[in-house]
């Protein structure tokens, strides 16, 4: 019971009026927040075959998930129940008390999302990729919640930009919080929530899994009017997450400072001078961020990386690559042409960094993330509410080409990055991650989802991480496997 339902029935009692039990609970619901709450009546029925099953769903769709929306059309959530659970059935061990909220986004790029749908129309076909995902969630008996959420390129009827960082986690959590806060209403199991994402979704993704309940965000959940819930979760599925973006520049240049062709959104070249120097100054600063770290592999050992680049954090990158291919080979792909990799009798023994770096090629110029044009998505997710973009390193800062550079706030900077919570005593960090980062993404550096495992590891959490052969920067493309670890984390 909180101070305020104390106070309101001790001045009942002095006024001498007795409440029946019925009446206490009324005014504990008021206490909370009414127009949060789940109306269980409020649904369409839908229904679609997938893979030869009938599934059958209750829709809860562009439910406001906040008290104080800023943007109406973004921040709501579409809930999608399975039939059954509303006639006592279960689907795949699942039942109504049971079932997992499966909590995918579709933020890409940074930018705004709509949530996922369970029927999607020709018109809404950039959803439609995802939509498989939600259809094969609820095949599953995985209860669907995706919240949409704003982006970089959000701005309110003034024309004043409402959607820069860190406004799609702070969104995402809200999220979180109406379905936790709703969790005795609604279907489902609010403490067995996974969210999934790929990308900018992925970082997102990551971030929530990272920074539950940390006061950071409570000033922005209280400003939306985010319902009276916490908003740690269960698990995360990332896919090829971009995230520690103030550390990624450095990162991707230790990759790929050899590389010095590239290859981005449609603009291909050869790094200029400048660009090569570039390169050169960021890929020495990336060992000593490295080493500050602390990670250590499973044997305890430390890992670390001398001036040049080299040492066992850089063996684990190659091993990973190596069981990467090898996954390939085991399941009769033949690798033997690349030159870059040395195969005997089947067994991957080792990969050449280097030529496998030929092998992928570099997408960005250097730096990767924070652009001294201040031109990147990145730099435009860290702008305010009247500057569009913004630095978010120094380095980027000190040598900007801009005539009147700036840069983001600190708190702003580290809101968005998982690595700064993981580790902090004020965040609920989830238990348990899936992290995929295609073997042949160049989004961004091998080292930044490598380095987000370790620590999570390091801190005793369970992290399943793999560089899936050949896949570039994409997602939920193995989801016999991501529901397969989903299905056990649950039961
Ligand atoms: C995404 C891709 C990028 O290369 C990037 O820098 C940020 C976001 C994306 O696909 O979401």
Same mark, same amino acid.
Request: aromatic content about 10%; charged content about 20%; glycine content about 6%.
């Given at each position: 019971m909180n101070r305020t339902i104390l106070i309101t029935l001790l001045i009942l009692m002095l006024l001498n009026v007795s409440l029946s039990f019925s009446e206490v609970s009324k005014i504990q619901f008021s206490s909370n927040d009414n127009s949060l709450k =789940? $109306? #269980?009546? %409020?649904y369409v029925s839908q229904s679609q075959t997938y893979q030869g099953k009938l599934i059958k769903v209750r829709a809860y769709e562009k439910i406001i998930y906040v008290k104080h929306p800023v943007d109406s059309n973004k921040q709501v959530i579409n809930i999608y129940i399975p039939e059954e659970y509303f006639v006592g059935e279960s689907i795949n061990g699942f039942n109504t008390n049971t079932a997992p909220i499966f909590f995918p986004n579709h933020i890409g790029g940074y930018m705004s999302a709509d949530p996922a749908k369970f029927m999607v129309t020709e018109q809404s076909t950039p959803n439609s990729m995802n939509n498989r995902t939600v259809l094969y969630a609820l095949s599953k008996g995985y209860i669907v919640a995706s919240a949409g959420a704003r982006g970089r390129l959000t701005k309110d009827l003034d024309g004043h930009n409402i959607g820069k960082a860190p406004a799609a986690i702070v969104d995402l959590k809200a999220a979180i919080r109406y379905l936790k806060f709703n969790d005795q209403i609604m279907p489902g199991d609010a403490n067995k929530i996974i969210s999934n994402g790929t990308s900018a979704g992925g970082a997102i993704s990551s971030l929530l899994g990272a920074s539950g309940n940390h006061p950071d965000f409570g000033p922005y959940l209280t400003a939306l009017g985010a319902a009276n819930a916490s908003d740690d979760i269960f698990a995360v599925s990332a896919y090829c997450p971009i995230i520690n973006l103030e550390n990624a520049d450095m990162a991707y240049e230790w990759q790929l400072s050899n590389i010095h062709t590239f290859d981005f959104r449609g603009k291909k070249g050869d790094l200029n001078n400048e660009e090569l120097g570039v390169s050169q100054d960021l890929k020495k600063m990336f060992p000593p961020y490295l080493n500050q770290l602390s990670l250590k592999n499973v044997n305890g050992d430390l890992l670390t990386l001398d #001036? *040049?680049? *080299?040492g066992n954090f850089k063996e684990i990158v190659k091993a990973f690559i190596v069981k990467s291919a090898q996954k390939a080979v085991d399941s009769g792909s033949d690798l033997t042409h690349y030159s870059f990799l040395n195969i005997v009798h089947n067994k $991957? /023994? =080792? $990969?050449?960094f280097d030529g496998y770096m030929q092998y992928i090629g570099? /997408? %960005?110029?250097?730096p990767a993330f924070d652009a001294l044009t201040s031109s990147s998505f990145e730099n435009n997710l860290f702008g305010n509410e009247t500057v569009n973009s913004r630095h978010f390193t120094n380095y980027s800062f000190t040598h900007s080409k801009e005539i009147n550079p700036q840069i983001a706030d600190k708190l702003q900077i580290n809101m968005m990055n998982p690595m700064h919570y993981i580790g902090n005593s004020n965040a609920k960090v989830a238990k348990n991650w899936r992290i995929r980062h295609g073997a042949k993404d160049r989004d961004t550096g091998f080292a930044i989802p490598l380095m987000l495992s370790m620590l999570l590891q390091n801190k005793g959490y369970t992290v399943d991480f793999a560089m899936p052969w050949d896949k570039p920067h994409s997602g939920d493309y193995d989801l016999d496997e991501l529901f397969h670890w989903m299905d056990n984390l649950c039961k």
């Amino acid at each position: 019971m909180n101070r305020t339902i104390l106070i309101t029935l001790l001045i009942l009692m002095l006024l001498n009026v007795s409440l029946s039990f019925s009446e206490v609970s009324k005014i504990q619901f008021s206490s909370n927040d009414n127009s949060l709450k =789940f $109306v #269980s009546s %409020k649904y369409v029925s839908q229904s679609q075959t997938y893979q030869g099953k009938l599934i059958k769903v209750r829709a809860y769709e562009k439910i406001i998930y906040v008290k104080h929306p800023v943007d109406s059309n973004k921040q709501v959530i579409n809930i999608y129940i399975p039939e059954e659970y509303f006639v006592g059935e279960s689907i795949n061990g699942f039942n109504t008390n049971t079932a997992p909220i499966f909590f995918p986004n579709h933020i890409g790029g940074y930018m705004s999302a709509d949530p996922a749908k369970f029927m999607v129309t020709e018109q809404s076909t950039p959803n439609s990729m995802n939509n498989r995902t939600v259809l094969y969630a609820l095949s599953k008996g995985y209860i669907v919640a995706s919240a949409g959420a704003r982006g970089r390129l959000t701005k309110d009827l003034d024309g004043h930009n409402i959607g820069k960082a860190p406004a799609a986690i702070v969104d995402l959590k809200a999220a979180i919080r109406y379905l936790k806060f709703n969790d005795q209403i609604m279907p489902g199991d609010a403490n067995k929530i996974i969210s999934n994402g790929t990308s900018a979704g992925g970082a997102i993704s990551s971030l929530l899994g990272a920074s539950g309940n940390h006061p950071d965000f409570g000033p922005y959940l209280t400003a939306l009017g985010a319902a009276n819930a916490s908003d740690d979760i269960f698990a995360v599925s990332a896919y090829c997450p971009i995230i520690n973006l103030e550390n990624a520049d450095m990162a991707y240049e230790w990759q790929l400072s050899n590389i010095h062709t590239f290859d981005f959104r449609g603009k291909k070249g050869d790094l200029n001078n400048e660009e090569l120097g570039v390169s050169q100054d960021l890929k020495k600063m990336f060992p000593p961020y490295l080493n500050q770290l602390s990670l250590k592999n499973v044997n305890g050992d430390l890992l670390t990386l001398d #001036s *040049n680049g *080299n040492g066992n954090f850089k063996e684990i990158v190659k091993a990973f690559i190596v069981k990467s291919a090898q996954k390939a080979v085991d399941s009769g792909s033949d690798l033997t042409h690349y030159s870059f990799l040395n195969i005997v009798h089947n067994k $991957v /023994m =080792f $990969v050449d960094f280097d030529g496998y770096m030929q092998y992928i090629g570099r /997408m %960005k110029t250097p730096p990767a993330f924070d652009a001294l044009t201040s031109s990147s998505f990145e730099n435009n997710l860290f702008g305010n509410e009247t500057v569009n973009s913004r630095h978010f390193t120094n380095y980027s800062f000190t040598h900007s080409k801009e005539i009147n550079p700036q840069i983001a706030d600190k708190l702003q900077i580290n809101m968005m990055n998982p690595m700064h919570y993981i580790g902090n005593s004020n965040a609920k960090v989830a238990k348990n991650w899936r992290i995929r980062h295609g073997a042949k993404d160049r989004d961004t550096g091998f080292a930044i989802p490598l380095m987000l495992s370790m620590l999570l590891q390091n801190k005793g959490y369970t992290v399943d991480f793999a560089m899936p052969w050949d896949k570039p920067h994409s997602g939920d493309y193995d989801l016999d496997e991501l529901f397969h670890w989903m299905d056990n984390l649950c039961k």
